[in-house]
T-cell receptor, first 116, second 109 residues
Framework: NAGVTQTPKFQVLKTGQSMTLQCAQD?????MSWYRQDPGMGLRLIHY???????DQGEVPNGYNVSRSTTEDFPLRLLSAAPSQTSVYFC???????????????FGPGTRLTVL | KNEVEQSPQNLTAQEGEFITINCSYS?????LHWLQQHPGGGIVSLFM???GKKKHGRLIATINIQEKHSSLHITASHPRDSAVYIC???????????FGEGTQLTVNP
C-alpha cells in the first residue's frame, strides 16, 4: 500500500492564482481531512469528508474548496491564492469517524505552499 | 486558551536521558493521540489511548482522564528521537482531531 499520497511536494504561487492540491489514499478509508500547519500553531482543520459525496468545513475553511467524488481522492482547491495561505498542508485519513469511535490517523507527506 | 496545551515547547537532552513531554486538555475526549513529526515533515502516529498506559519500544504514553493530562516518556533517548512531538485529542463526536502546538525535542550525542 502506498498509504496517503500528496502532490505536489512544493508549490509557489502568485497572489490570485488558483491551484489544486491532490490527496489520495489506497486503504479504503472513509474519513479524509485537510490540515494546515503554521509556525507557532498546531495543525488546523480546513475541510473534512466522512465518505464519498460528503464534505464539511473545519476550523479554517475560507478560501478553500473540496470535493469527494471517490473514496480514494480528496483534492483541496485554492480559489484565489493569498499570502495568508502560505503554509504546509497535510492530508490525513482514517478508517471511520463514527460516533464514539476513534481511529489512528494516517498522514500524507505534506505540501509546502508559498504564495507571493 | 488552547484546548490542548503541551509543555515544554522546546526540549534539549543528552543522549541516554529520560525525557518527558506533557499534554493537558480542557475538553471531553474519546481518545488522545501522540504523533511524531520528523525534520523532513512527515507525521506518524505513535500512540492512541483512552486510558492507562501504552508502551512501544522505548516510548511510553500515559493518560489520566480525571486530571485531563497525558505524558509521553522516552527512555534512553537517542539523537534519532529528535523530532516534534504532537499531542492531539479526538472529540466524542468523531475522529476530528484538535492539536497541541508540538514540542521540539533535540537529543544531542
Amino acid at each position: 500500500n502506498a498509504g496517503v499520497t500528496q502532490t505536489p511536494k512544493f508549490q509557489v504561487l502568485k497572489t490570485g492564482q488558483s491551484m489544486t492540491l491532490q490527496c489520495a489514499q489506497d486503504m479504503n478509508h472513509e474519513y479524509m481531512s485537510w490540515y494546515r500547519q503554521d509556525p507557532g500553531m498546531g495543525l488546523r482543520l480546513i475541510h473534512y469528508s466522512v465518505g464519498a459525496g460528503i464534505t464539511d468545513q473545519g476550523e479554517v475553511p475560507n478560501g478553500y474548496n473540496v470535493s469527494r467524488s471517490t473514496t480514494e481522492d480528496f483534492p483541496l482547491r485554492l480559489l484565489s491564492a493569498a499570502p495568508s495561505q502560505t503554509s504546509v498542508y497535510f492530508c490525513a485519513s482514517s478508517y471511520s469517524i463514527g460516533l464514539g469511535t476513534y481511529n489512528e490517523q494516517f498522514f500524507g507527506p505534506g505540501t509546502r505552499l508559498t504564495v507571493l | 486558551k488552547n484546548e490542548v496545551e503541551q509543555s515544554p515547547q522546546n526540549l534539549t537532552a543528552q543522549e541516554g536521558e529520560f525525557i518527558t513531554i506533557n499534554c493537558s486538555y480542557s475538553v471531553g475526549i474519546s481518545a488522545l493521540h501522540w504523533l511524531q513529526q520528523h525534520p523532513g515533515g512527515g507525521i506518524v502516529s505513535l500512540f492512541m489511548l483512552s486510558s492507562g498506559k501504552k508502551k512501544h519500544g522505548r516510548l511510553i504514553a500515559t493518560i489520566n482522564i480525571q486530571e485531563k493530562h497525558s505524558s509521553l516518556h522516552i527512555t534512553a533517548s537517542h539523537p534519532r528521537d529528535s523530532a516534534v512531538y504532537i499531542c492531539a485529542v479526538s472529540r466524542p463526536s468523531g475522529s476530528r482531531l484538535t492539536f497541541g502546538e508540538g514540542t521540539q525535542l533535540t537529543v544531542n550525542p
